[in-house]
């Protein structure tokens, strides 16, 4: 990229907006994970509703983020650090949208769950979610700041979500033994378990996003454990 202050200073100011956006992206994705648990634990059809509706507005952000990527690369041609900034915001947009589809599923399986709402399982979920969004906005708090430290913690927290997801797993195995009754709605709190494993997983990504944003190297994987959802699916 040229490097006149003129050109520099347009480059910072197009790039601000653009990690604006990202951000904005961020707070809707991290406020519909939490919409969606607490409508989840008042079996609230209305606020689950609402989460379904506002992951329109996150689609909406996606393809302006897009659009700004695509605009700034193509006007300015950033190279090597400036390139690998705008390249991050592209990525993480698109895991936040990802991000925020999770959300929107776990609200729209609110109504199919009345018959577990005193259950051991609907307490364990709140407890996921929160470290999950912990994760979230660890990890873009480390995309606002650059900050490759504090992307390795956003990594190093996914084994306590991993630790929740098998609990739970567990759990609702339990549950669904005692109660065969139980089983329908024990499988859509699975998938519930499932969707914020996934968000923790993507939390992950935005974090090596960052991490490589920031120093130009990957962030070596964690070793992960076996997945029960995914071994009892091939047994099935």
């Not at 393809?63 to 690998?84: C, G, S």
């Not at 925020?100 to 109504?111: E, H, L, Q, S, T």
């Not at 609702?172 to 329908?184: A, D, G, V, W």
């Amino acid at each position: 990229m040229a490097t006149t202050g003129h050109t520099v200073k347009a480059f910072d100011s197009d790039l601000g907006q653009i990690r604006g956006l990202v951000s904005e992206m961020g707070g809707r994705a991290e406020a519909a994970i939490s919409a969606s648990i607490e409508a989840l634990a008042r079996l609230d059809l209305e606020s689950a509703a609402k989460v379904v509706e506002e992951d329109r507005k996150i689609d909406a952000l996606e393809a302006e983020v897009e659009r700004q990527v695509i605009r700034l690369i193509a006007l300015r041609a950033p190279m090597a650090d400036d390139l690998r900034d705008a390249v991050a915001a592209l990525k993480i947009s698109g895991v936040i949208e990802r991000i925020g589809d999770y959300a929107k599923n776990i609200a729209k399986r609110v109504p199919l769950l009345a018959e577990l709402r005193n259950s051991e399982p609907m307490a364990i979920l709140p407890a996921m979610a929160r470290s999950v969004s912990d994760m979230v906005r660890g990890a873009l708090d480390a995309y606002a700041a650059r900050d490759a430290t504090a992307a390795v913690m956003v990594q190093e927290a996914d084994r306590h979500v991993d630790d929740f997801y098998n609990s739970l797993f567990r759990t609702l195995l339990t549950y669904m033994m005692e109660n065969p009754t139980s089983i329908t709605p024990s499988a859509h709190l699975l998938f519930i378990a499932k969707n914020l494993e996934r968000i923790g997983d993507h939390a992950t990504n935005i974090a090596e996003m960052v991490f490589f944003a920031a120093t130009g190297e990957q962030l070596v994987d964690r070793p992960r454990g076996p997945d029960p959802f995914a071994a009892m699916a091939e047994k099935a």
